[in-house]
């Protein structure tokens, strides 16, 4: 058996694919990294080169969240007979080892245990355009170093049991919760300004090709105009959030632990998400990760 799989599904998303090759490709090899392109891209087949390139349809579908979510289960379930661990996730979400616990993170799963789905601590990585004016196209952790705690993408990513993710990946049908202290997933929407407009131009077009609103489609809100708001002022409200002056993550993993049961009766499982307003500046010694 391999030690690990990655999967992602992908459509123009450049800004982002590069850091996930950048990540996955280089520390895991590209044989072992399947990307899904969707609408046949050939930006991304280009960058993509080496990997395991899927090519799908990019017709618009309103159901287009259940669909991709339907692939990449039956995807990851496939692998993982080959694969002692797969990682699944949108291209603007990484996971990460803390460089505190001494190994990346394909020394970290070569001894982590095989039967459970791993859950990692999400952080989403904000652009603080009133003080990072440093590109982030070549390295996004360093010029990028401030991080707000993201419960939605506290997400059951590494799957290395038989589980399945719920559309989003944001619920595991598997009863337990584990959450190695060491463990995060970066999420990168907002990690850059001028990545954010073109990726949320390019959504907002795709949305629009549906043809009905996000209360009739089961695509993400965030993909609509009527949704968006103004760019510039979500990245101006970043400096109102509070600094906080400890990066600890323990007590947020508690608070999963102790609101963690099942999702009604759909066989998944959750755990609350709270709305945290602080903001932390990550550890210097995240810089370079990807």
Known sequence: MQTVAVVTMVRDDAFFLKAWLRHYGEMFGRQNCYVINHGYGEEVAEL????NIIGIPGDPHKNFDVKRWSLLNNLFGGLRRYYNHVIVGDVDELVV???????????????????????????????????????????????????????HYSKPSIVSTPAKLSRGGHFAQYPKLHTP??????????????????????????????????????????????????????????????????????????????????????????????????????????????
């Open 48 to 51: 993509a080169k080496g990997c």
């Open 181 to 290: 202290d060491e463990l995060y997933l970066l999420h990168l929407k907002f990690c850059d300004f001028g990545a954010y407009t073109g990726a949320m131009d390019r959504r907002n077009a795709v949305s629009a090709d549906v043809g009905v609103g996000f209360k009739q489609a089961s695509i993400g809100r965030h993909w609509f105009a009527e949704a968006r708001g103004e760019d510039r002022d979500v990245f101006e409200g970043f400096a109102e959030l509070p600094m906080q002056d400890d990066f600890d993550m323990r007590p947020v993993r508690r608070k999963m632990h102790r609101s963690f049961k099942a999702r009604g009766d759909t066989g998944y499982f959750e755990f609350d998400r709270p709305n945290y307003k602080g903001q932390y500046l990550l550890p210097e010694r995240f810089s370079g990760i990807f």
């Open 97 to 151: 080892v803390d460089p505190d616990a001494g190994v990346n993170l394909l020394q970290w799963l070569e001894k982590a245990e095989t039967d459970r789905v791993y859950t990692p601590v999400g952080l989403e990585v904000i652009h603080r355009i009133d003080i990072e004016d440093q590109p982030a196209d070549d390295m996004i952790l360093g010029p990028r170093r401030h991080v707000r705690i993201a419960p």
